[in-house]
């Protein structure tokens, strides 16, 4: 049975076996042991690092009285090891089968597994992956696990630090909870070890193609994707540096759509921040952007829009005024996305903003206190980590199927964007950079999508439509009244004081879409000093027209000439799109028509 079970307590360590293949940190714990007075049992490459850090080491073949073997496969593999590991100190009969064999105790493993899942990623030859097969070292961890009653094992450099902690503070001793506690980490990582050895089997043979991975659980959240889907937690894997994550909880408590946005937004903006040299932002809502952005100037007319004063703002503030700014409507409870860290003055707008997250590289002290006080203390922050790296393969599990896939890990740059001009007309440096501004939302939008953006922000999204004028349009509209929010009719309105920010955007939208029932415009009168004059046709025509200069990138081919006749509408002066329809050459020649510079990536950028 088990040892796990047991009454045990604290176990002194005097005896310790140590062999790993990762010999990082290996001097700091076998000098631990030392100043701790135990006993080190090691073989091969191990005892000779150990040794060389001065550390006393007896070799295995000296208790074993047995040669290492068949160049290495067999070291530890014999009775006089494991009798040591596997006997329960609690059962007396255990004990005198020791005492007769005169086999002593160990009390500490210290082994980490040979690097199969990397030799085999490597594409290296069959024999080299099968000498990367650990035999002993699975053995002894699992014998020390099943015996954690008895036994401590540590399978990770990750836990030196901590063990040598808790050895130094307790006389030399581990808890039963702490090798509880190490015997889990221990079998999961044998499992896992097993699972990448079974996956490179069926790979290379006749059999079935199995793989599997092992997860590590990071926190629970506090429901599905609705409140009914109670049964729900976010993981890290454990084959991608031991489970590590890509974020931290700072407050509050995850949601499972809040993590998609996160997710999914903190790629963006550390993409957008990669390609640009920029501070960048985005804001999310249903795991697509309503807006993302660059810090740029503000103009006067957008500063006065988006009810910001530029000179009292930090660049990072800067570049989430715009992203929010681009579809306000659509960023209401939105979740935020920051590259670089937040400060007092980006937190002061997020204050007075209506928002379910934020993700950022860090915050200052100030700014995290600000943000702690919203909804109640339960607004959710999470740190990035900008150094995460994630898996080449993904999963995705829908319907009891797993659909798996290389990750999308193509980087949008100004050089993928100007590298392949169709067009007569050129584009434009701005453009360049809008056009990596648009690229790169779209790759993070539901497809079908476009993305119009000028100076460093989006100003329309057009997402998850199955047809693709239809996103031209839909993007169209948002960029319209983003273009008229500053009119100088709109930016006029006279509110009453009493009247919020948010009820003052939603105003102003209904004043631009002028589709308000009759019910709709006495309410939204009453918002107002004095009765708004509304926008003629003219002047919607006027403004409109002089407007130019947007760029517009597609996450796929545009399938006919209707896109760019739908584009030309909103101010549409750039575009980029992969190509690769049987309609190129029309789409060509109706961006030649409308003097529209036009790009070809080859980069389809569909995200579901």
């Not at 990750?158 to 902690?165: D, K, L, P, T, W």
């Not at 990750?407 to 740059?413: F, K, L, S």
């Amino acid at each position: 049975g088990c040892g796990c079970g047991g009454e045990g307590g604290a176990v002194v360590v005097k005896r310790a076996l140590v062999s790993v293949f990762d010999k990082s940190e290996i001097d700091v714990l076998g000098n631990a042991l030392k100043e701790l007075g135990v006993q080190v049992l090691s073989t091969g490459g191990t005892a000779k690092a150990l040794r060389e850090a001065g550390v006393d080491v007896v070799d295995v073949k000296d208790v074993t009285k047995w040669p290492e073997m068949l160049g290495g496969r067999v070291k530890t593999l014999h009775p006089v090891i494991h009798g040591g590991l596997l006997a329960n100190r609690s059962i007396p009969e255990h004990m005198e089968e020791l005492q007769e064999h005169g086999i002593e105790t160990i009390d500490l493993v210290v082994s980490n597994l040979y690097p199969f899942e990397k030799t085999s990623e490597l594409g290296k030859g069959f024999e080299e992956c099968i000498e990367m097969i650990d035999i002993g070292g699975p053995t002894m961890v699992r014998a020390a696990a099943k015996n954690c009653d008895s036994v401590a094992v540590v399978t990770d450099p990750s836990q030196y630090s901590a063990v040598i902690e808790e050895l130094r503070a307790n006389g030399g001793a581990l808890s039963l909870a702490t090798r509880h506690s190490l015997a889990s980490q221990a079998f999961l990582s044998t499992a896992s070890y097993d699972t990448s050895v079974s996956t490179y089997f069926s790979n290379n043979t006749d059999s079935k193609t199995t793989f599997g991975r092992h997860y590590v659980e990071g926190g629970k959240l506090r429901y599905g994707a609705n409140p009914h889907q109670k049964t729900a937690s976010y993981s890290g894997i454990t084959s991608n540096n031991n489970g590590a994550l890509p974020f931290s909880v700072i407050n509050g408590q995850p949601g499972y759509i809040n993590l998609m946005d996160a997710l999914n937004a903190w790629q963006l903006v550390l993409e957008l921040n990669s390609a640009l040299g920029l501070p960048a932002a985005a804001s999310f809502k249903h795991v697509s952007p309503a807006g993302a952005a660059v810090t740029k100037p503000l103009s006067k007319e957008l500063a006065q829009a988006y009810e910001v004063d530029p000179d009292k703002l930090s660049p990072q503030a800067i570049a989430y005024v715009r992203a929010r700014g681009a579809d306000p409507l659509s960023s209401y409870g939105d979740f935020v996305a920051i590259s670089g860290i937040v400060d007092v003055t980006l937190a002061q707008i997020i204050k007075f903003a209506v928002s379910d997250g934020i993700i950022a590289e860090g915050y200052d002290d100030e700014a995290l206190e600000i943000l702690m006080q919203k909804k109640k203390g339960k607004y959710l922050i999470l740190q990035g980590d900008k150094d995460y790296s994630p898996p080449t393969i993904e999963h995705k599990e829908v319907f009891g199927v797993c659909l798996t896939q290389q990750r999308n890990d193509t980087i949008v740059t100004p050089e993928i964007i100007k590298a392949d001009v169709k067009t007569n007309t050129p584009l434009s440096d701005a453009a360049i950079e809008d056009l990596v501004v648009a690229s790169i939302t779209v790759k993070y939008t539901q497809s079908n999508s476009v993305c119009y953006a000028l100076d460093g922000q989006v100003i329309g999204v057009g997402a998850g439509q199955q047809s693709r004028v239809d996103c031209v349009k839909l993007a169209g509209r948002k960029v319209d009244t983003w273009r008229f929010r500053t009119h100088p009719k709109v930016l006029g309105l006279k509110f009453k004081p009493s009247v919020k920010k948010q009820e003052r955007i939603n105003a102003r939208v209904a004043y631009i879409n002028d589709d308000m029932t009759d019910v709709e415009k006495k309410y939204w009168l009453d918002l107002f000093e004095e009765e708004p004059t509304p926008l003629t046709n003219e002047e919607r025509k006027e403004w409109l027209g002089a407007f130019t200069g947007v760029s517009l990138s597609s996450d796929a081919f545009f399938p006919f000439r209707d896109n760019i006749d739908q584009a030309t509408k909103h101010g549409v002066s750039f575009i980029v799109q992969p190509g690769g329809s049987v309609q190129d050459e029309g789409i060509i020649a109706a961006c030649n028509e409308y003097g529209i510079a036009m790009s070809f990536t080859s980069l389809r950028l569909f995200h579901h």
